[in-house]
Nanobody, 127 residues
Framework: QVQLVESGGGLVQAGGSLSLSCGAS????????MGWFRQAPGKEREFVAA????????VYADSVKGRFTVSRDNAKNTVYLQMNSLIPEDTAVYYC????????????????????WGQGTQVTVSS
């Protein structure tokens, strides 16, 4: 069974940076999609970014475009979310998720597309 583990969350002041990691194990991933989502208290889980496991075809939510960057270390089966210029609105629990069906188009933005999820890591941005 696929297991995903996020790490790297914490407390940071506005304008600062954090890097999240998501380690995946249990199977090969090929061109599957790895997505990042976040959920603030009392809010719906929302899309942040997604990228093919093999690289390329990266998409970002408008709210984070230009500030967040996805990268990979294929040897470690790990993907990263580099978050720069953080603002208080970025405060949320961040989740990584894997779509083994290689989503395309609008499906890559939907939580229901992803069958495997990590436990989440808390990111708090203070003003």
């Amino acid at each position: 069974q696929v297991q995903l583990v996020e790490s790297g969350g914490g407390l940071v002041q506005a304008g600062g940076s954090l890097s999240l990691s998501c380690g995946a194990s249990g199977r090969t991933f090929g061109n599957y999609r790895m997505g990042w989502f976040r959920q603030a208290p009392g809010k719906e889980r929302e899309f942040v970014a997604a990228e093919r496991w093999s690289g390329g075809s990266t998409v970002y939510a408008d709210s984070v475009k230009g500030r967040f960057t996805v990268s990979r270390d294929n040897a470690k089966n790990t993907v990263y979310l580099q978050m720069n210029s953080l603002i208080p609105e970025d405060t949320a629990v961040y989740y990584c998720a894997l779509d083994i069906n290689s989503c395309t188009g609008v499906g890559c933005y939907l939580t229901t597309t992803y069958g495997y999820w990590g436990q989440g890591t808390q990111v708090t941005v203070s003003s």
